[in-house]
C-alpha cells in the first residue's frame, strides 16, 4: 500500500488567500484524522472523521478553517482567508478502526505550509 | 482533559549506549493508550511502540522498551544500542479507550546519536 498520500508537500502562499490540503488515506481505513505542528502549540488534532462523517471538529481554530471529506478516498482542509499565524505542517492519519489500540494512526508526509 | 508532559526538550547518547525519554500524562481515565512516535528530519511520523494501561507488562519491540508507571503516571521510552538512524524527535501521545479517538502528543524530544 502507498501509505497516506498528501498535496501539496510544501505550499507558500500569500496572506489573504485560499489554501486547499489534501488527502488520500490508506485503502479501507475508516477513520481519517487531520494535525497541526507548530513550535508553539506541538502537534494538536484539527479534526476527525469516521466513515466520511466528521465526528470532533472542537480543534478547528477559527471559522477560516473548514474540511470535507466526500467520499473514503479523499479529504481536503481549506483555510480562508489565510493568514501568517497559520504558517505550520498539517498532518492527514488514517486508522483502520478507532477502538483498539493496535488500530494505528498512519500518518501522511505532511505538508509544510507557510503564509507570507 | 488529557495532557501530555516531556521534560526533556533534547538529549544525546553515544551509539551503541542506552538512553530513556522521560513521558507524564495526566487523566482521570482508568482504561487509555500511550504510544511513543518518532519523528525523524523527513517529517514522517512513525509509531515505534505501543501500551495499554491495563496490561501491567511492559511493551517491547526490538532495541525499544517502555517502563509504565500507572500510579505515577509515567510512560518512559528506553533505546538499547542506540543507532545512528535513532537520531530524531519523541513524541509521547495519549489516546482515551472510549470516546474521543484524538492522540493528544507531548512537546517531544530531540534526541541526537553521538558517533
Known amino acids: 500500500d502507498a501509505g497516506v498520500i498528501q498535496s501539496p508537500r510544501h505550499e507558500v502562499t500569500e496572506m489573504g488567500q485560499e489554501v486547499t490540503l489534501r488527502c488520500k488515506p490508506i485503502s479501507g481505513h475508516d477513520y481519517l484524522f487531520w494535525y497541526r505542528q507548530t513550535m508553539m502549540r506541538g502537534l494538536e488534532l484539527l479534526i476527525y472523521f469516521n466513515n466520511n462523517v466528521p465526528i470532533d471538529d472542537s480543534g478547528m481554530p477559527e471559522d477560516r478553517f473548514s474540511a470535507k471529506m466526500p467520499n473514503a478516498s479523499f479529504s481536503t482542509l481549506k483555510i480562508q482567508p489565510s493568514e501568517p499565524r497559520d504558517s505550520a505542517v498539517y498532518f492527514c492519519?488514517?486508522?483502520?478502526?478507532?477502538?483498539?489500540?493496535?488500530?494505528?494512526?498512519?500518518f501522511g508526509p505532511g505538508t509544510r505550509l507557510t503564509v507570507l | 482533559a488529557q495532557t501530555v508532559t516531556q521534560s526533556q526538550p533534547e538529549m544525546s547518547v553515544q551509539e551503541a549506549e542506552t538512553v530513556t525519554l522521560s513521558c507524564t500524562y495526566d487523566t482521570s481515565e482508568s482504561d487509555y493508550y500511550l504510544f511513543w512516535y518518532k519523528q525523524p528530519p523527513s517529517r514522517q511520523m512513525i509509531l515505534v511502540i505501543r501500551q495499554e494501561a491495563y496490561k501491567q507488562q511492559n511493551a517491547t519491540e526490538n532495541r525499544f522498551s517502555v517502563n509504565f508507571q500507572k500510579a505515577a503516571k509515567s510512560f518512559s521510552l528506553k533505546i538499547s544500542d542506540s543507532q545512528l538512524g535513532d537520531a530524531a524527535m519523541y513524541f509521547c501521545?495519549?489516546?482515551?479507550?472510549?470516546?474521543?479517538?484524538?492522540?493528544?502528543f507531548g512537546q517531544g524530544t530531540r534526541l541526537t546519536i553521538n558517533p
Open positions: 492519519a488514517s486508522s483502520l478502526r478507532a477502538r483498539a489500540y493496535t488500530d494505528t494512526q498512519y
Open positions: 501521545a495519549y489516546r482515551s479507550a472510549m470516546g474521543a479517538q484524538k492522540l493528544v
